[in-house]
C-alpha cells in the first residue's frame, strides 16, 4: 500500500510500524533534514527522489515531499480487550471508517472490528483519513460479526447497539467493558446483530432529522462513553 504525507509519517515512527520503503522529496529544506534526522534515529531506511517521482507513486501532487510504501497488518480477536471496543456492521464508505479508526483512537478505544465482506477495508484513503493514526489501534477482521457479539458477551462486555429507537445514550450510565456496534450507512444495523446486541441506544434529535452520518454519530456515542467511563474512575 502507498501513502503519504507528515501527519501519516509520524504516526509510523511514533507506532514503530514497519514499512517497505520511504521516499523523501529531493530539497534543501531543513524540514527534510530534520525528518531525516528522526527517520535515522528510529531505525528507518529513505530515499530521496524527485517530486515527479512521488507524484507517480501515489498519485497525489499535495504529498509534502513523503511517501511511504508499506503492508498494512489486520489483527484477529486475540486484539480484542480493554475497556472499550468498537464494531462496525458493514460500513462500507473508506471515508467513514477512516474517521470512525480516528474517532476511536481519541476516544480511548482499544480496537476496531469491521467484516471481512461487504465492509471498507483499510486503503490509502482511509489512512489520509484517520491522519495515520490507523496504525495504533488494532483493526481486527471477523468473518461473523454476531459470533464475535457473542464472545464479547461471554467475557464480561455489555455490546450496545446504535439504532433510532434505542433508548436515549444521555441516560446510559455505560459500565466498562462495553462494546459498541455502529451500523451500515444505508441500512443500519443488520437483524441479527440487533438481536444479539445488549440493548440498543440512540443520540435524541432536536429537529426533524432522523439519523446523523455513522462516522459523526461514532463520535457523539464514543466520547458521551469515554466521559461517563472517565467519570466512574474519580
Given at each position: 500500500m502507498i501513502v503519504y504525507g507528515k501527519s501519516v509519517l509520524d504516526e509510523i515512527i511514533r507506532t514503530h510500524y514497519?514499512?517497505?520503503?520511504?521516499?523523501?522529496?529531493?530539497?534543501?529544506?531543513?524540514?527534510?533534514?530534520?525528518i531525516e534526522q528522526l527517520?535515522?534515529?528510529?531505525?528507518?531506511?529513505?530515499?530521496?527522489?524527485?517530486?515527479?517521482?512521488?507524484?507517480?507513486?501515489?498519485?497525489?501532487?499535495?504529498?509534502?515531499g513523503i511517501v511511504i510504501d508499506l503492508d498494512f497488518n489486520y489483527s484477529d480477536e486475540t486484539?480484542?480487550?480493554?475497556?472499550?471496543?468498537v464494531l462496525l456492521d458493514h460500513v462500507v464508505d473508506p471515508h467513514n471508517l477512516g474517521a470512525i479508526i480516528r474517532t476511536s483512537v481519541g476516544a480511548g478505544a482499544s480496537a476496531v472490528v469491521i467484516t471481512?465482506?461487504?465492509?471498507?477495508?483499510?486503503?490509502a484513503a482511509v489512512v489520509k483519513v484517520s491522519a495515520g493514526t490507523v496504525f495504533r489501534i488494532p483493526v481486527v477482521v471477523v468473518t461473523n460479526l454476531a459470533n464475535t457479539i457473542e464472545r464479547l458477551k461471554e467475557r464480561g462486555y455489555w455490546v450496545y447497539g446504535t439504532d433510532m429507537r434505542g433508548k436515549n445514550l444521555f441516560d446510559e450510565r455505560f459500565i466498562p467493558p462495553v462494546a459498541v456496534v455502529f451500523g451500515n450507512?444505508?441500512?443500519?444495523?443488520?437483524?441479527?446483530?440487533?438481536?444479539?446486541?445488549?440493548?440498543?441506544?440512540?443520540?435524541?434529535?432536536?429537529?426533524?432529522i432522523d439519523s446523523l452520518n455513522v462516522s459523526v454519530s461514532a463520535g457523539i456515542v464514543l466520547f458521551e462513553i469515554a466521559r461517563k467511563c472517565a467519570s466512574m474512575k474519580n
Open positions: 514497519p514499512v517497505k520503503k520511504i521516499y523523501l522529496k529531493e530539497s534543501d529544506d531543513d524540514k527534510f533534514k530534520a527517520l535515522k534515529k528510529n531505525g528507518y531506511s529513505y530515499t530521496y527522489t524527485t517530486s515527479k517521482h512521488l507524484e507517480k507513486l501515489c498519485g497525489e501532487e499535495k504529498n509534502q486484539a480484542l480487550n480493554g475497556n472499550l471496543i471481512k465482506d461487504r465492509s471498507a477495508k483499510v486503503t450507512e444505508g441500512e443500519g444495523l443488520s437483524r441479527i446483530v440487533k438481536e444479539r446486541c445488549d440493548q440498543l441506544i440512540s443520540i435524541p434529535m432536536f429537529s426533524s
